[in-house]
C-alpha cells in the first residue's frame, strides 16, 4: 500500500506546507477597489431608492429575476466536482528548502 503522505525530497520530513510567494501580491491595488466599490455601492443604492419611488412594481421585478438567478448561479457551482490540483511549490520547515510535488 502506498502512502499519501507528502515528504521533502531533501530531509525527508513531513513538516512541509504549500509556498506562497510574497511578491505575487506586491501588484494588488486594493485601496482603488475599495474606494470603486464604495462608489459603486452608494451610486447604486441612490439609483435603487429614485427608481423604487418613481417605478415601484418594475424595481420589484427586476429584485426578483435579479436575486433567482443569483440563487440559481450559486446552485449550479455547489454541484461541480472540485478541479483537480496542478503542482505546486511547498517549503520544508524543517530544511527551509522550496520543491516541487
Excluded at 9 to 17: E, H, K, V, Y
Excluded at 34 to 52: D, E, H, K
Excluded at 87 to 96: A, L, R, T
Amino acid at each position: 500500500m502506498e502512502s499519501r503522505e507528502k515528504h521533502c525530497p531533501f530531509c525527508g520530513s513531513n513538516n512541509i506546507l504549500p509556498f506562497e510567494d510574497e511578491n505575487e501580491y506586491k501588484k494588488d491595488q486594493t485601496f482603488l477597489v475599495i474606494i470603486l466599490s464604495a462608489l459603486i455601492l452608494i451610486g447604486s443604492y441612490f439609483i435603487f431608492v429614485i427608481s423604487s419611488y418613481l417605478y415601484f412594481p418594475a424595481v420589484i421585478i427586476i429584485l426578483i429575476i435579479i436575486s433567482t438567478t443569483i440563487l440559481n448561479k450559486k446552485e449550479r457551482d455547489r454541484e461541480r466536482k472540485p478541479k483537480k490540483r496542478k503542482k505546486e511549490d511547498f517549503i520544508c520547515i524543517d530544511c527551509n528548502s522550496i520543491f516541487k510535488l
